[in-house]
């Protein structure tokens, strides 16, 4: 329908470097694209508009500036309002500070980030089903984790863990442990291992990361992708490569999975980026 051809248009803008089109294909969606005030009455879809609008800078600018801590500053206004907001659905308001807390992380600003995401979570856990469980509990488990917490991001990766492996329940009738109906060869084994290898790495597990990594290599690229490179492989690399404290290398491998990735930059791979460049400067 008229909203997802929006979505494309904006998508289309953003791609091509074209970002003020993109923010007026946003206003015509949502009535707005201005952070600094609410917009929609349902929080749910502020959450959506506040998302669209933080990727212009966060996902498709590459060097967005100075311009990217103002947006993040003012999306963190606009959830500190939904949080606040006792008598609205807490999922929307859950989402908002979800976007908020994943936005910091971007910008590798943990601290104020695990904030947002505790309000999040607290909203969360009011709600029958929320709709961003997976994504929100493995945030918490990649904060707590770069933020020295791993106890923490140990609890929260169990529930990470959880909610991958409820997808492969309904096949235990097969006589196999879901450990192996997850790492077996399939369409889409990049993305479960990568999924997996990022459970293994921020709860400690840095010797089940490296087996996942292996098995990710020798699987091929999932149905959706095209053959340029799997960016999700790549930040994995950066990854250990920075657990091994091979800054050079690290340094590369993101490099690489922001090039491969099919639309905008990898978010966590600049986060790891910003990251190692601030720990570069203290050094």
């Not at 990649?142 to 997808?167: C, H, I, P, Q, V």
Request: aromatic share 12%; net charge negative; hydrophobic share 35%.
């Amino acid at each position: 329908g008229r909203e997802k051809c929006l979505e494309s248009l904006m998508y289309l803008e953003a791609t091509a470097g074209r970002y003020d089109r993109a923010l007026d294909w946003i206003s015509e969606r949502y009535g707005s694209a201005d952070l600094t005030r609410r917009c929609c009455g349902d929080w749910e879809r502020e959450a959506e508009r506040m998302e669209e609008v933080l990727d212009i800078w966060l996902r498709f600018r590459e060097n967005p500036g100075e311009e990217i801590l103002e947006k993040c500053t003012q999306a963190a206004a606009l959830a500190d309002s939904a949080y606040a907001d006792d008598e609205a659905d807490p999922e929307g308001r859950a989402l908002a500070c979800q976007n908020a807390g994943e936005a910091y992380c971007r910008l590798g600003q943990y601290g104020t980030a695990i904030g947002y995401l505790k309000n999040a979570w607290e909203l969360a856990c009011r709600c029958k089903k929320y709709g961003y469980y997976r994504s929100l509990t493995r945030k918490l488990m990649e904060t707590n984790y770069w933020l020295g917490d791993l106890k923490e991001a140990g609890a929260f990766g169990d529930l990470y863990r959880k909610r991958l492996e409820s997808d492969y329940e309904e096949c235990d009738d097969l006589g196999l442990s879901i450990e192996e109906l997850m790492t077996r060869p399939n369409m889409e084994s990049r993305q479960t291992l990568y999924n997996l290898f990022c459970w293994a790495y921020y709860t400690g597990r840095g010797d089940q990361a490296r087996r996942y990594i292996g098995l990710m290599e020798q699987r091929d690229m999932c149905w959706w992708c095209d053959e340029d490179g799997c960016t999700e492989f790549w930040e994995a690399r950066g990854l250990l490569a920075m657990l091994d404290g091979s800054v050079e290398e690290a340094l590369a491998a993101f490099r690489t999975a922001n090039q491969v990735i099919w639309l905008g930059i990898n978010k966590d791979a600049c986060a790891a980026i910003a990251r190692l460049a601030k720990e570069s400067k203290e050094t």
